[in-house]
Every structure is written in structure tokens, then in C-alpha cells.
Nanobody, 120 residues
């Protein structure tokens, strides 16, 4: 069992910045992928950015030039630095954790989400 706790969401003006954090606890695999998905009102949940424990990153095209994902593997924590925020970034952001197929055939967990609102 893995628990994911997000923090850092809130209200920010367009062009502003915000940093999200997600701390994982429980049965953490040495090899894993952590990151962030988001779901805007009326939209599907979509990938924002992920990062493997081996430091391989993946970004949505819409955020690649503005957001930066990072990890502290010793703390089992993933961060999302969000710069140049736009109104279309408004969404509930969900922390994500998954393991490779060779770890219990792969498992996936989600945080409960943290709301990011970009508005003037």
C-alpha cells in the first residue's frame, strides 16, 4: 500500500508561479515513476509531467517550457515547479505513483488531488 499526499495548491495570478509537492509513504519500490496529472472542469485527467527514479522525465507539450518536475528519492517526494501560469492550467492536480511490470506486475496509486486556480 502506498499513500500520496499533495500540497502547494492554491490561487495564483496569470503569469505567477506555484510549487506542488507530493510525499509518498508505505511500500515504496526502489524503481518507480512519480509525477502529476491534472483534471480541469469538464475535461479528462491528463498527464502533466512524470519522472522515474532514474531521472527520466516526460512532459505534456503544453507545459514543457514552463513546468519543471523534480524528485528527492531519499524523501520519496516529487515536486512540480509551475511558472508562467495560465488560466488554462486551472485544474485539480493529482500526484501519481506507479511501478514497473517486474514489481508486483506494476501497481498505480493516486493522491486525492490539490486544486490550482489561475485567475486575476
Amino acid at each position: 500500500q502506498v499513500q500520496l499526499v499533495e500540497s502547494g495548491g492554491g490561487l495564483v495570478q496569470p503569469g505567477g508561479s506555484l510549487r506542488l509537492s507530493c510525499a509518498a509513504s508505505g511500500s515504496i519500490a526502489d524503481s518507480n515513476t512519480m509525477g502529476w496529472y491534472r483534471q480541469a472542469p469538464g475535461k479528462e485527467r491528463d498527464l502533466v509531467a512524470t519522472m522515474t527514479s532514474g531521472s527520466i522525465t516526460n512532459y505534456a507539450h503544453s507545459v514543457k517550457d514552463r513546468f519543471t518536475i523534480s524528485r528527492d528519492n531519499a524523501k520519496n517526494t516529487v515536486y512540480l515547479q509551475m511558472n508562467s501560469l495560465k488560466s488554462e492550467d486551472t485544474a485539480v492536480y493529482y500526484c501519481y505513483y506507479t511501478t514497473p511490470y517486474y514489481y508486483r506486475y506494476g501497481v498505480t496509486y493516486w493522491g486525492k488531488g490539490t486544486l490550482v486556480t489561475v485567475s486575476s
